[in-house]
T-cell receptor, first 115, second 112 residues
Framework: GEEVAQTPKHLVRGEGQKAKLYCAPI?????VFWYQQVLKNEFKFLIS????????ETGMPKERFSAKCLPNSPCSLEIQATKLEDSAVYFC?????????????FGNGTRLTVT | QKEVEQDPGPLSVPEGAIVSLNCTYS??????FMWYRQYSRKGPELLMY??SSGNKEDGRFTAQVDKSSKYISLFIRDSQPSDSATYLC????????????WGAGTKLIIKP
């Protein structure tokens, strides 16, 4: 499609439950990125993929967070045993190329609330 | 101290005014500078990008970088109510478009 599609829009989980977020990048874009935005603060980079391969995971928390991009499926970000501090808006973005002047196309985000 | 400082606002101006949005930064290695616009409950979209110092103009928007002062600006001429959004600056020391250091965003309100 022509837009990055993120589902669900809102997700509420009790502390300790699992959360799974999905992202369909723009067709033809090779790169997918996940960001976390807490309380309207700065975006924190989590992980990126080039097609189905992890490209950069330097921002990914070592525990509880995992992500996949499999062929012919939406990409996913999974949080095991959610904590209150995981409450945030999670944005997915895709890009055709990597240089700074190649726009990141963002989805509208998934708002995760952990209660 | 944050690497990138941006006044969260809100900044409220009348329609037609010239708007000036700014960010300061501390890392002199930053060379690539971007401005993103984010409407409420939407993802950000890239407005402008510049490399190193200087000005860049695109329609009603002008991006300005002063590396000696570690200060970047976005000017919006003839502001419209549709410009009401949060404007985020982002910057990087390398050429990548994703490992960015983001400002917290300035909420801009254009009053009709």
């Amino acid at each position: 499609g022509e837009e990055v599609a993120q589902t669900p829009k809102h997700l509420v989980r009790g502390e300790g439950q699992k959360a799974k977020l999905y992202c369909a990048p723009i067709k033809g874009h090779s790169y997918v990125f996940w960001y976390q935005q807490v309380l309207k603060n700065e975006f924190k980079f989590l992980i990126s993929f080039q097609n189905e391969n992890v490209f950069d995971e330097t921002g990914m928390p070592k525990e509880r967070f995992s992500a996949k991009c499999l062929p012919n499926s939406p990409c996913s970000l999974e949080i095991q045993a959610t904590k209150l501090e995981d409450s945030a808006v999670y944005f997915c973005a895709s890009s055709h190329r990597l240089p700074y002047n190649s726009p990141l196309h963002f989805g509208n985000g998934t708002r995760l609330t952990v209660t | 101290q944050k690497e990138v400082e941006q006044d969260p606002g809100p900044l409220s101006v009348p329609e037609g005014a010239i708007v000036s949005l700014n960010c300061t930064y501390s890392n002199s290695a930053f060379q690539y500078f971007m401005w993103y616009r984010q409407y409420s409950r939407k993802g950000p979209e890239l407005l402008m990008y510049t490399y190193s110092s200087g000005n860049k103009e695109d329609g009603r928007f002008t991006a300005q970088v002063d590396k000696s002062s570690k200060y970047i600006s976005l000017f919006i001429r003839d502001s419209q109510p549709s410009d009401s959004a949060t404007y985020l600056c982002a910057m990087s020391a390398d050429k990548s478009n994703y490992q960015l250091i983001w400002g917290a965003g300035t909420k801009l309100i254009i009053k009709p």
